[in-house]
C-alpha cells in the first residue's frame, strides 16, 4: 500500500477492504457481544444500523480518501481545502489516528489468545476442561504479552515492507477458506447443537432489552466491524481506481462483513445452548472457550480443523490488524518525515505500551473497575469502539453532508441514481451525526456514570 500507484483493478479494493472489515471483530466481537446484550434486540438493532448508518458512514469515509489523500489528517485537510472549509476537520484525522492506536492496544491480545489456542488445539482439547485452559492461559502475564508481541512483531513485518501485494494474494485464498469453514461450522453447530434455540436467542425481538447502552453497543460494533471511522478507509478509497463505483464496492464489502459476522453467530450459538456449562453472557472468552468445546467433541477431527480455525482467524485478525495501524504509520511517515520501517517501529511500540495495559486486565490488574468498565482491557476496548469510533464517524458524517457533498460527482462516485445520492447526503447531514450524538452521550453516562435514561 506504500506505493503511490493506484490498485489497478477493483478486486484489490474489495479484497483488501474485505480483509480489513472481517476479522476478530466478526467471529469473536459480534458473538460475545451479541450473548452480553441477551442476543435479539441486539442483534436487529445491529444489522439495522449496519443498513441505516455503517453503508452510508463507510461510503463517506471512501469518498473522503478517494478526493483527498492517503493519511487521514492529510486527507481531511486536502479535502476541507478544496470545500473551502476549516482546516480544523483535521480532528476527524487526529480521532482516526487515536482510534488507530487505541483498537490497535487490545486487538492484538486477543489475536495473540488467537494463535496461542492454535497451537493447543494442535495438541487436542479431547478431556480437558475449557474453562480450566482458558483461565490457565490468561492468568500469565508474561505468557499473554509473548503472543501479543508474536503477533505484533507479525503485523510491523508486513507493515514495513508494504502490504499491497501480499495481502491482495492471501486474501483471494483465505476470505473464501475462511467463509467456508464457518459455513461448515454452522453445519456442524446445527447438527450436534440446538440450532432453533439460538435463532430464536439471535433474532427475537425482545423490547426489554432496549437501553442507551444496547443501542451504543450496537451501533459501535457495526461501526468497528466495518472498519468506520477511523481513517482506514480513507487510506483504502485513495488508492481505489477512478472508475470504480463507490456505492457498489462498498455495498459489497458490508454484506460480505455483515454475513461472516451473522454466520459466526450462528456456529456458536447453536452449542452454546447446548452445552449447559457454556454461558452466552460469558463475554471475551465466549468464542474460546465454545469453540474448544466443539474442537474437543469433533476428536481426531477436531485435530486437524480446530489448528485450521485458529490459523485463518489469526490470518484474518492479521489482515485487520494491518489496516487499523495502516493509517498511523502513514501519517508518522508523512508528519516526521521519516522511512516507513522507522514509522512502523513508532507505531508498533506505541501500540506494545497499550497492549500491556490491557493484558494486565486479564490477569494482574482484573480487579482495577472504573463505573462499569471491569478492567483496563475493557476499558481500551470501551474507549476504542464505543468512545472514539462513534466520535469519527460523526465527524466523517457530518463533513461529507455538509462539506464535501458540495463537490462531489456523483457520478464520478459511481452513483446511478440522482435519489440515492440525495438520501445519502440526507442520511449524512441530519440522521447519523445526530441519531450518533444523542446516543453517544446517553450510552456514556449510563456505562461510566450508570445514569439510564430508557
Ligand atoms: N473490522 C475489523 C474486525 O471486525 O475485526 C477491525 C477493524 C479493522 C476496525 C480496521 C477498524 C479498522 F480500521
Not at 103 to 114: D, K, N, R, S, T
Not at 202 to 221: P, R, V, Y
Not at 239 to 259: C, F, L, N, R
Not at 321 to 340: G, K, N
Request: proline share 3%; glycine share 10%.
Amino acid at each position: 500500500m506504500q506505493s503511490n500507484t493506484r490498485w489497478n483493478n477493483n478486486l484489490a479494493f474489495l479484497l483488501a477492504a474485505t480483509g480489513s472489515a472481517v476479522g476478530l471483530g466478526n467471529i469473536w466481537g459480534f458473538p460475545y457481544k451479541a450473548g452480553e446484550n441477551g442476543g435479539g434486540l441486539f442483534v436487529l438493532l445491529y444489522i439495522f444500523f449496519v443498513i441505516l448508518l455503517g453503508l452510508p458512514v463507510f461510503m463517506a469515509e471512501v469518498a473522503i480518501g478517494k478526493i483527498g489523500k492517503k493519511d487521514p489528517v492529510s486527507a481531511m485537510i486536502n479535502t476541507a481545502e478544496k470545500t473551502n472549509s476549516t482546516k480544523n476537520w483535521r480532528v476527524v484525522g487526529y480521532l482516526g489516528i487515536l482510534s488507530n492506536l487505541f483498537i490497535g492496544g487490545y486487538y492484538a491480545v486477543i489475536a495473540g489468545l488467537v494463535i496461542n489456542y492454535g497451537f493447543i488445539s494442535a495438541s487436542g482439547f479431547i478431556g480437558k476442561d475449557p474453562t480450566v485452559i482458558y483461565d490457565t492461559e490468561i492468568s500469565s502475564f508474561l505468557e499473554m504479552t509473548f503472543w501479543f508481541l508474536l503477533f505484533l512483531a507479525l503485523t510491523g513485518f508486513v507493515l514495513a515492507r508494504g502490504i499491497e501485494k501480499g495481502i491482495e494474494s492471501s486474501m483471494r485464498i483465505l476470505m473464501p477458506t475462511l467463509f467456508f469453514l464457518i459455513i461448515l461450522m454452522v453445519g456442524y453447530g446445527a447438527y450436534r447443537g440446538d440450532m432453533s434455540a439460538a435463532l430464536s436467542y439471535l433474532f427475537s425481538w425482545k423490547a426489554e432489552q432496549f437501553s442507551a447502552a444496547t443501542m451504543q453497543a450496537a451501533i459501535g460494533q457495526a461501526f468497528f466491524s466495518l472498519s468506520i471511522g477511523m481513517g482506514t478507509l480513507m487510506a483504502f478509497g485513495y488508492y481505489m481506481p477512478k472508475e470504480q463505483k463507490v456505492p457498489g464496492a462498498s455495498s459489497i464489502v458490508v454484506t460480505a462483513d455483515t454475513s461472516v459476522a451473522l454466520l459466526a453467530g450462528l456456529a456458536i450459538f447453536p452449542l452454546v445452548f447446548a452445552f449447559p456449562f457454556l454461558d452466552p453472557n460469558a463475554g471475551t472468552e465466549l468464542v474460546f472457550k465454545t469453540m474448544s468445546t466443539a474442537f474437543a467433541e469433533l476428536g481426531a477431527i477436531g485435530q486437524f480443523v480446530g489448528p485450521l480455525f485458529y490459523l485463518l482467524l489469526a490470518v484474518a485478525a492479521l489482515s485487520s490488524m494491518i489496516s487499523i495501524l495502516e493509517p498511523s504509520v502513514l501519517w508518522v511517515q508523512e508528519r516526521m518525515p521519516t522511512t516507513r520501517t522507522r514509522a512502523t517501529f513508532i507505531v508498533i511500540a506505541i501500540c506494545i505500551i497499550l497492549c500491556l495495559i490491557s493484558v494486565s486486565g486479564f490477569n494482574v490488574l482484573k480487579d482495577f473497575k472504573v463505573g462499569s468498565l471491569e478492567n483496563p482491557f475493557e476499558m481500551m476496548k470501551y474507549i476504542a469502539d464505543d468512545f472514539l469510533l462513534l466520535l469519527g464517524g460523526t465527524g466523517i458524517s457530518a463533513f461529507v453532508g455538509w462539506r464535501l457533498s458540495k463537490i462531489i460527482d456523483l457520478e464520478k462516485l459511481g452513483f446511478k441514481s440522482k435519489l440515492l445520492f440525495s438520501a445519502w447526503i440526507f442520511i449524512l447531514r441530519w440522521v447519523s451525526p445526530l441519531f450518533l450524538m444523542v446516543i453517544w452521550v446517553l450510552g456514556n453516562l449510563e456505562r461510566i456514570f450508570f445514569i439510564k435514561f430508557f
